[in-house]
């Protein structure tokens, strides 16, 4: 395919997609796969935030939306910011998107050029380092393993800053780890990037709202670089939303205008229903909706159930994670091993595609978070589908030599 673009050709494929669109297809042939690859809570969006979308067809809210996203919406949003995380913004400095996926993009768009480096704590999440790549950036990885519970030190970011270096991808409650960065280790980071004026930071903070222990803090309230920190959030996780296809930012003015005129070159406003209903979602915080307190108390279970099981399946090595909803175990010990008819299971890759044939499970190999140790495991589905999974896995790992 030489008549397709090379920035086509390098790009590629989700891992977390692709490995989602593989067991559809086999479950669509009849095999019972077990999907623990999606990152999708297994939960309905709240009623009063499907009523206020119904309501706003009633009042015709089909129309063009503004590039940025309506001015209620951006109002509603800088009161969740203040509410929720202490930070001051202007709507104007507000940018509504398709996703949160749309806005990471808008921003890597926005801030890097080709040649600029951008730091990338392992695992990241799989679309990152392509986005980088679109931007014509070079992602430089500073690796966190299960022995630091997949966190960076402050003086790991030390090392890896050069005058080329742009950009920070950060990631905390972090998929596909689930580690989330206490007080102490924020502001040990926050003061490495007071020194470096040339660094801008990116802080994803889709996972937010699912916390077990501790509490959010975000990068932006540290006054020394709260301009030179662009939030990105959404509804999707939080409010068990993630068809409505709705995130945001929140930059400096400068940041967001030019956000602003690359969506507008590209999407334009998202969708209007969405954008209403997404209003109400913002003025409630998910401690004052049973449905999400409740789904957060739910995956907190299922968290604990899935980690006690992958700790009796010798070799793995499995951390405890503090939010999300994902479990991230080390897989060396099986790495090497070979399957009974004699094929080398060398790549985290292949012992993902060995656990779907085998165990009929569907996980995501680590590498394509940048941790070619580790497997992803999702627990966003029901305790009955992780029990089995985790005893299929067990069985199948067992079969290994």
């Known amino acids: 395919m030489n008549y397709l673009s090379d920035r086509a050709n ?11 669109r593989l067991s559809r297809e086999l479950t669509q042939q009849g095999f019972d796969i077990i999907n623990l690859s999606i990152g999708e809570p297994d939960f309905d969006t709240p009623g009063f935030v499907k009523d206020e979308a119904k309501l706003a067809l009633d009042q015709n809210f ?25 930070l001051n913004y202007k709507p104007n400095q507000i940018v509504v998107s398709t996703g949160a996926k749309q806005a990471l993009a808008n921003t890597i768009l926005a801030l ?7 730091l990338m704590p392992t695992p990241y999440w799989v679309s990152y380092s392509e986005m980088v790549k679109l931007a014509g950036g070079k992602s ?8 630091t519970r997949f966190k960076i030190t402050a003086s790991q970011l030390e090392a890896a800053i050069t005058p080329n270096t742009k950009l920070l991808m950060f990631n905390s409650p972090n998929n596909p780890s689930g580690a989330v960065y206490n007080h102490d280790e924020m502001e040990a980071l926050a003061g490495v990037i007071s020194k470096h004026p040339h660094l801008y930071v990116i802080a994803d903070e889709i996972y937010e709202y699912i916390i077990f222990n501790g509490k959010h803090e ?22 068990a939303m993630t068809g409505w296809r709705l995130g945001y930012s929140a930059s400096n003015c400068d940041i967001a205008q030019a956000i602003n005129k690359i969506q507008g070159q590209i999407t334009s406003g998202t969708c209007s229903i969405a954008q209403r209903a997404a209003i109400v979602a913002m003025d409630r915080h998910p401690d004052e909706v049973d ?24 070799g793995l090595k499995v951390d405890l994670p503090d939010g999300a909803f994902y479990v991230f175990p080390d897989v060396t010990a099986y ?67």
């Open 10 to 20: 390098q790009l590629s494929e989700s891992a977390t997609l692709a490995m989602t």
């Open 291 to 314: 449905e999400m307190k409740q789904m957060v108390s739910t995956f907190k279970e299922r968290r604990d159930l899935l980690v006690a099981l992958l700790r009796e399946i010798p």
């Open 140 to 147: 430089v990885l500073i690796d966190a393993g299960i022995e």
């Open 218 to 239: 975000s990068l932006a309230s540290y006054p020394a670089i709260h301009d030179r920190v662009i939030v990105i959030n959404g509804v999707s996780k939080g409010y």
């Open 335 to 401: 790495l090497g091993k070979k399957t009974a008819d004699g094929l080398t299971l060398a790549t985290d890759d292949d012992l993902c595609m060995y656990l779907l044939k085998e165990a009929q499970v569907a996980l995501v190999p680590g590498s394509s978070f940048g941790n070619n140790q580790c497997i992803r495991f999702s627990y966003a589905t029901s305790s009955e589908k992780i029990a089995e999974a985790a005893r299929r896995v067990k069985a199948a790992l067992q079969k290994l030599v």
């Open 112 to 118: 890097v050029n080709p040649g600029e480096e951008v």
């Open 62 to 86: 089909t129309h063009y939306p503004p590039v940025n996203g309506y001015q209620d919406l951006r109002e509603a949003i800088c009161r969740k910011l203040l509410r929720d995380n202490q």
